[in-house]
Each structure stands twice: as C-alpha cells, then as structure tokens.
C-alpha cells in the first residue's frame, strides 16, 4: 500500500496567525494595485464595446503591428486597440462602440474596412467578433454579481440545514475569502474579467467550498465521538485524518486544470489560471481560514448540551484546556 | 447474490441507455446548396454544440425607441418575432434560434452562418413598403422661402452644422466652375445672400412633379434642417419630404434625389403575399411582387384615379423608384433595384414575403464565431481532455492500484454518463461548457478517494476486508452528498443567471455531479463486490 502523509499529527491550527498575516498581505497587495494602478480590465461582454479576433496569413512583425496600430487610431473605430493573441498571425482588436442608437454593428465594420486599408481585402479573415452595447453589458455584470451573492446564500443555508450555523458561516466566510484571493490573484496576473472568468470564480467557490465541507464532515464525526475532545485538537486531528485525500484530489484536479491551461488554447486560458489558483487558495482556505473560523465562533458563541452554556473558551486561539462538546 | 445481479443489470441498463443516447443518428438538416434549400441527412452524434464551437451567430436585438416611445412593447415584439422567425427560415440556416428576452429583446441564432452584414441587414431591415403619388401641386417651390427664412431666423444652419455647411460653400462654388451648363443653378449659388438659404439654393426641380435633385454632399445638411420641429411644421400639409435609395451621375456630379410625396400611402406592403428576384432587360435587377385580392383591388381601384401621375415607391422612408402609372395596376408589381446585384434583390424579396417589422429593432449584442475556430476549439478542448484522462489515470492506477483501476472503469463510465445526459436533456455544448467537462474529470474522482482512504482507514483499524470495504463506503457517504450538494447548488445559481456559454457550462456542471455520484457510490461499489464475490476468501485489497 502506498502512503502518503498517513497518521500525521501535524499542528495546522498553530500556525492560524503566520497565515492570516499571509493571506491579508497578499489581499492587500491587490488592493493596493487596484488603487494605485486602477482598476479591473473588464472585458467587452461588461463594458459594452466591440472585439474582434483577426487571423492573418502572414505572421505579423512588430513593424506591421504597429503600422496597423496607427490605421486603427485614426481610423473609424474610437479607441480601437490591437493585441497579439497566441501565435503571430492571431491578434484581437477591441474597440468602444460607436455613440448613437446604430447599434452594436457599425463599429466592427468600420474596423474591417479600416484593415482592408491597412493589409489589404484577402490579406486576413476575422474569425471571431463580439459586439456588445452597454445596457447588455450592465445587465451582465448586475447578474454575475448577483450570483456570487445568491450561491453565498444557498450555500450558507444548506450547510446550516446540514451541520449548523457556526459550520456554514465558517464556511462562507472561507469562501469569501476565496473570492477576495482570486481577485487579487486576477488583478495581479492582469486577467480579464469576462463570464468566463466568473465561471471560473464560482467553479472555484464550488471546489474550495468543497473541500471545506470534506474537513468539517470529519469535524461533524469526531465531535459526535469524543464529546470531551477540545475544538482545537479535533479540527487538527480532522485536517491530519483528510489530508491524503486532500492531496490526492488535488493532484487529479490540478492535473485537469494544467492539461486546461497548456493544451485547451487561448481562450480558456484565463479560465485554467482561475481555476489554477483556485485550487492553491481553496486548499488554503479549508484548513487556514475555515477552521480558524469555526474555533473562533465556538469560543465566542459556545454551543451548549442540554440547554445550559457551556464555559466559554478563552478568547485567545491557542490550544485550549476546557474542552467544549458537541450538542 | 442476487442483489448483487440487480446491480449489475442496472449498469448494464444505464450504460445501454447511454450508448443509445449517443448512438449517431440520422439528423434532417435545412441546409443551403448552391443556392437553393434542401433537406439533407446527415448522420452524427447527436450533442448540441453551441455557436462557439460550430460557428455561426448570435445576435440580440433590441426594440428602438430612440424615435419615439412604442405603447404596447411586448406584443408588438410577439409580432416582430413571427416576422423575423419568417424571414430566417427564407435564410436557409440549418437550425436557427428566434426567442423573445424579457419584454423589449428578440434572441437570434444563427448556427454555420458566415456572412454577418447580411444577415444583420436583413433581421434588422424594417421593409415597410409604401406606394405614394408624388406631388402635383409644386407645393414645395410655394414654401421654400418660408423654410429658408426660419432657418435664418432660427440660426439653424450655424447650430444645426457649421462644418457642413462651409463645406458646402466651398463645393457648390467648384461645382459651378465645372457645371457650367447649370447656369440657373450657378445664378442661385453666387446669390447666396441673406434673401434665400439652402432650400432654394440646393434644391433644384427635376422636371417632373415632386422630384427634386440636390448634390449628394448637401443630403446632410438638409436632411439636418428637416428634423427641426419648426420646419416640419411649415412643410406643406398632407406631404411628405423623401430622399432616394441611390445618388445618381450626372454630368460629372453626384447628385441625390428628393421627393415631396402625399403623405397618405395608396397602399401598404402589408398586402403582398408573394415576392421573388428577377433580373429583366432594361430595369435591370428588380423584386416581382404579387398582392393579394383585397391589395389588388385597392392597387388598381388608386392605380386607375393616378393614371399619368409618378408613383413612388418607397422602402423604409427611402423612395426605391418613381416610375409613372401608364394605366391602371393590378395584383403584380415589381420594383427596380438601381445597380443592386441579385442577392440583394432576394434579399429585398424576403423582407417583403415576411412583412415588414411593427416596431424597429437595433443589434444590442453580436457574437460571430468563424467555423474554423470552432473546430480548432473542439479539437484543442479533445486534447485537453485526454491529456486530463491520462494524467488522472496515471495518478489513480500509480496510488491505488488494483483499487485504482476500479476507479478508473468507473471514470469511463462518468464520461460515458455525462456525455449521454448531456445528448438526453438536449444541452448545448459549449467552449466553457467544455473546459468545466475537462476539469470535471480531475475532481470526479475526490468521491473515490473519499471512499478509498476511508476503507484504508477502517483496514488500519483492524477490520475485516468486507466490513472495512462496507463501512468506507457508508461514511464516506456524508461527505460525498454535502460536498456535491453544495457544488450543484453554485451551478443551479449559475444556470439560473448565467448566459449563452456560461449556461452550457453549468449544464455540463449539473450532468457531472450526477454521473459522478452515481459511477463512485453505486458502480465502483459493485465492482468491489464483485470482486469480493469472486474472492470470498481474499484477507488483503490492493489499494
């Protein structure tokens, strides 16, 4: 039998404060760039606006690039911008729409008409092109967020109809944190926010919420066990029984998420770095913010057996001596 | 063991199930050859792909109030929808789209369809057709000064476009050096004092009764000073002022026509019930049209009053043609399309068999996916996927051997289950939606870990074989149901506010989750009794 990392007893809970310090650091750090560098990039399907993605036959030196960059500035799309995207010959080119209630299309055919001048009519194919006009695009973002905020919801609900409410608000708490993590993780690497983005984002809610549930399913069991164990020892003790799992699901699901980001092409791309890091903070999340979590409301909110309260814990997160019991 | 025989059956069933929602079948496809429509057959497996992968477009148009407010939004988009419904089945696309979204938008997909200003044009086209008797009256010539003098006194033509008009300036005085034979016209532009404006100096009579032509490079400027309330206003009563389709070259100048029409329509394009293209000798490329009898009564009832005078036929507030009415008309009718090539004749001929849309519509939102980088999508996300598929096998088999394999016949079956719900309940494969497939078969197997460091556990415990394998099962249990659970919540959050390709990716999702509840708990676990079964007295499990 192969093992890994089997009957540990490693104090994970101990180390609580060197990883909050971490994780706020590194929110911090992509608040900072957002209020010094400015904001999200977000991508056209939010911002109203028109891309296009441009084939052309011919790899396109930095030369040409920078000829066609000058067609598109003084040409019929306001604010057109060229970017390469993947090889030398795939670029895109995104551009606002065209004021007026013309609608989404005249932009993109100013910008064709701008490339035929510049490389001529058989010179390129435009393979791709979203144009998006603002009200579509407001529309989106109010829905995007509104589904982050109603899977909080749900889930929150669920885990308290499951376990109880100290479990789910630890839980989305943990969560939260995710989403706060992966912003500044998105910030930092400079992705887009598009759908498929928050796509990533809340398939990353899922995973980390997950994996939190795997340790407080363990929690749950070994509270029901040993009712004279303290909340400290047994959520060590949980961590350390899951941790193989732990590892082994996220060999598997990391090696989907790398097969994603290498071989599944440029426009996943964003989605496999989400998901990516996703993978990284949910793990994080389970045994250094959940759990933390879940001690600090044990002992500010004692649950109590047989109606009365139980002495509450010491407010200092340190391993406790009274050992609080499940109810 | 016999419950172990009821187990097997319903894998067998389910995976018989499975192949036989996959199993290619003959679909009849709409689809364009040369030209024309037939009903083709092809033979495929039968899973949606969504635009992304196939190619084709979307588009989403919205009702456009920004000429006036529309009373009655939603039912007149109902109608707008049977009308664009129409006009995309004339079209010729394989299996296209026509939802209504929310009370003030219409969805249009278009899978496979290439060419995008075209198909824009012709969703998008109003095609109110209406035929109006030019005016006999010169009921312009007796208002000209009027409306030259509130564009005077009302400044327009500095605040209404200063630019064009010194533009203006500029160009009628080469032109006069040119058109010397224009010498009425010149007599005008060098008078271009305070005593006349632009209606009297840019517009000059035809010939013939209602038409007007103007340089095509003052169209803007005038068509500027007709949206002025004031002048509206002071346009002769019961006429109506239309600009034409085309510019025309005369003598070396583009010009513009202009038309003042009676504003009453002798009769509508809602009475046509057939139209198609034709190319003819001297028109050129024209649309044929047929009316029905009520429409051919009344045509040739006006017809018969109009004999003699010029009718206009006007598109969209855009007069096509004016020819004169040499005796009264009947049912059938065409209209001359310029220079226009024949597709834009059939075009035109589509437009008018469907009807002419109740409210205007503008693109809010266009997606076009070339077919080429759909397919490059699909093969890259195929290779993604194996790649994934090996890495995990190699991960499982590597950790858990003979358990490992187990876990892996039944990750075969989770592909096996997911594809044929996906094919059953009809879902969209999407670019997203493939990626979250992709990823589905890296956390697909967390149930099986799950199980197994659970059952390694109770072995390490000191249970028996057939107990630990038992008791790994049922309390794994918990965790396995609360952690999908949960994960089926977020994408029933995502289906319900999702779009497009984000829905097809909850989708997927939702399939996932259940194909990989159902291959670790119930599929894996029979195999382990099988297995079992076989080696009733086996003391030790590869795992």
Avoid: C
């Avoid at chain 1, 899951?242 to 071989?263: E, G, K, N, Q, Y």
């Avoid at chain 1, 770095?273 to 793990?283: H, L, P, Q, S, Y």
């Avoid at chain 2, 000059?204 to 500027?224: F, R, W």
């Avoid at chain 2, 004031?230 to 070396?252: E, F, N, Q, T």
């Amino acid at each position: 039998m192969l093992r890994i990392l089997h009957d540990t007893k490693y104090d994970f809970i101990k180390w609580w404060k060197t990883a909050a310090i971490l994780t706020a650091a590194f929110i911090a750090l992509g608040i900072g760039s957002v209020a010094f560098l400015g904001g999200f990039q977000y991508s056209i399907e939010f911002t109203g606006g028109t891309l296009m993605q441009v084939a052309f036959t011919q790899d396109q030196s930095s030369a040409d690039v920078a000829k066609l960059r000058t067609v598109l500035e003084n040409g019929g799309a306001k604010g057109a911008e060229i970017q390469q995207f993947g090889s030398p010959r795939d670029f895109t080119i995104r551009a606002q729409n065209a004021a007026g209630s013309a609608g989404a299309e005249v932009t993109s055919r100013a910008i064709e008409a701008d490339l035929v001048k510049a490389v001529g009519a058989g010179a390129f194919t435009i393979v791709r092109t979203e144009a998006v006009g603002p009200r579509v695009g407001a529309e989106l973002a109010r829905g995007a967020y509104l589904a982050i905020l109603i899977s909080f919801f749900v889930t929150m609900l669920y885990l308290a109809w499951r376990f109880e409410w100290r479990f789910g608000l630890a839980a989305v708490i943990a969560t939260a944190h995710d989403i706060l993590t992966t912003i500044a993780f998105m910030k930092l690497l400079h992705l887009e926010i598009s759908l498929t983005v928050v796509a990533a984002l809340l398939t990353v809610l899922g995973y980390s919420l997950n994996d939190t549930i795997i340790i407080f399913d363990r929690v749950r069991e070994n509270l029901r066990k040993n009712r004279k164990e303290a909340l400290y020892d047994v959520l060590n003790r949980s961590v350390n029984e899951t941790l193989p799992r732990s590892i082994l699901t996220h060999a598997t699901a990391l090696a989907a998420t790398l097969a994603l980001l290498f071989f599944a092409g440029e426009v996943i791309r964003p989605f496999a770095w989400v998901m990516a890091f996703g993978i990284f903070t949910g793990t994080f999340s389970s045994v250094y913010v959940a759990s933390p979590i879940l001690l600090y409301i044990e002992q500010r909110w004692p649950r109590s057996i047989d109606g009365k309260a139980q002495p509450a814990g010491k407010p200092s997160m340190s391993k406790p001596t009274a050992a609080p019991a499940r109810g | 063991m016999s419950n172990l025989k009821y187990r097997l059956l319903a894998i067998v069933l389910l995976v018989v199930a499975s192949a036989a929602a996959l199993y290619p079948r003959s679909i009849v496809e709409r689809t364009r050859r040369n030209g024309v429509f037939v009903y083709d057959t092809v033979k495929r497996v039968p899973l949606k792909r969504g635009l992304d992968l196939q190619g084709g477009m979307h588009l989403t148009l919205e009702v456009d109030e920004s000429k006036g407010a529309i009373a009655d939004k939603s039912g007149a988009l109902d109608r707008a929808l049977k009308v664009v419904r129409t006009r995309i089945d004339q079209f010729g696309v394989a299996e296209p789209v026509v939802q209504k979204l929310g009370t003030d938008r219409l969805i249009v997909e278009l899978p496979g369809l290439e060419d995008a200003k075209r198909a824009t044009d012709v969703v998008q086209q109003a095609a109110f057709l209406q035929f109006q008797i030019t005016d006999k009256t010169k009921a312009f010539e007796a208002v000209a000064p009027r409306l030259d003098a509130i564009v005077r006194d009302k400044k327009l033509a500095k605040a209404a476009a200063p630019d064009v008009r010194g533009d203006t300036a500029k160009g009628n005085g080469l032109k006069s050096l040119f058109a010397g034979a224009d010498s009425s016209k010149k007599g005008a532009d060098t008078a271009a004092t305070a005593s006349t404006g632009p209606f009297q100096r840019l517009v000059v009579a035809s010939g013939y009764p209602g038409m007007y032509t103007v340089a095509a490079t003052d169209e803007a400027e005038l068509s500027g000073y007709l949206e002025n309330e004031d002048i509206k206003a002071a346009l002769p009563p019961g006429k109506v002022v239309r600009w034409g389709a085309d510019s025309i070259v005369a003598s070396g100048r583009v010009l513009k026509s202009m038309y003042v029409l009676d504003s009453r329509p002798i009769i509508t394009g809602d009475y046509i019930t057939d139209a198609k293209p034709n190319s003819v000798p001297i028109e050129g490329t024209v649309v044929e049209f047929q009316l029905n009898n009520e429409g051919g009564r009344r045509f040739k009832n006006e017809t018969g009053k109009h004999v003699k005078d010029y009718m206009a036929i006007v598109l969209d507030d855009r007069v096509m043609s004016a020819p004169i009415i040499q005796s009264a008309i009947g049912t059938r009718g065409q209209i001359t399309m310029g220079g226009k090539d024949l597709a834009s004749a059939q075009d035109l001929a589509v437009v008018l068999k469907a009807g002419s849309l109740p409210v205007p519509l503008k693109v809010a939102e266009i997606r076009n996916i070339g077919a080429s980088l759909g397919q490059d999508s699909i093969t890259k996300s195929i290779t993604a996927g194996l790649i994934a598929v090996g890495l995990v096998v190699f991960i499982m088999i590597g950790y858990y051997r003979f358990s490992g394999m187990l876990a892996v016949a039944g990750l075969i079956l989770y592909i096996l289950f997911t594809l044929a719900a996906l094919a059953g309940f009809n879902a969209v494969l999407t670019l997203p939606g493939l990626a979250g497939f992709v990823l589905s078969i890296g956390i697909a197997v967390d149930a099986n870990v799950l199980i197994f460091e659970r059952i390694r556990e109770e072995l390490v415990h000191g249970k028996s074989l057939r107990t630990a394998i038992d008791e790994g099962f049922r309390h794994a249990m918990s965790a396995i149901v609360d952690s999908n659970v949960s994960t089926a919540l977020t994408a029933l959050v995502l289906y319900q506010y999702g779009t497009g390709p984000v829905k097809g990716f909850a989708v997927t999702l939702l399939a996932g989750i259940a194909a990989s509840m159902i291959t670790s708990i119930f599929v894996v676990k029979t195999f382990f009794l099988v297995w079992l079964n076989r080696n009733r007295t086996a003391e030790a499990l590869s795992i």
